[in-house]
């Protein structure tokens, strides 16, 4: 059974950081290019970032770039989304997601992933 667990969020104040964790089970990680996603109250659901199955390729959504850094351990069979420099637009449920084959092409688009997590909140508040 193909599963998917994030870890990682909390509160934090602005300018803070936080490392966001994706355990995958029931696959093998590098086939698979890995995807984040955030949700904020009100307001549909967003891409941040992909990562390809063999990790060469990262790529940012722009209000993210320069800030947020994805990266994957297939040996540890976990993806990472760094977060410095938080802002209060940041709050939301973040959600790491599986998607179809190893690159990142469509990659903020949600129909192109086919195995979700159930997310982790992120707060940033002073």
């Known amino acids: 059974q193909v599963q998917l667990v994030e870890s990682g969020g909390g509160l934090v104040q602005p300018g803070g950081s936080l490392r966001l964790s994706c355990v995958p089970s029931g696959f093998t990680l590098d086939y698979y290019a890995i995807g984040w996603f955030r949700q904020a109250p009100g307001k549909d659901r967003e891409g941040v970032s992909c990562?390809?199955?063999?990790?060469?390729?990262?790529h940012y959504a722009d209000s993210v770039k320069g800030r947020f850094t994805i990266s994957r351990d297939n040996a540890k069979n976990t993806v990472y989304l760094q977060m410095d420099s938080l802002k209060p637009e940041d709050t939301a449920i973040y959600y790491c997601?599986?998607?179809?084959?190893?690159?990142?092409?469509?990659?903020?688009?949600?129909?192109?992933?086919?195995?979700w997590g159930q997310g982790t909140q992120v707060t940033v508040s002073s």
């Open positions: 997601a599986r998607k179809i084959g190893r690159a990142c092409s469509d990659r903020y688009y949600p129909g192109t992933y086919t195995n």
């Open positions: 990562i390809s199955g063999s990790g060469g390729s990262t």
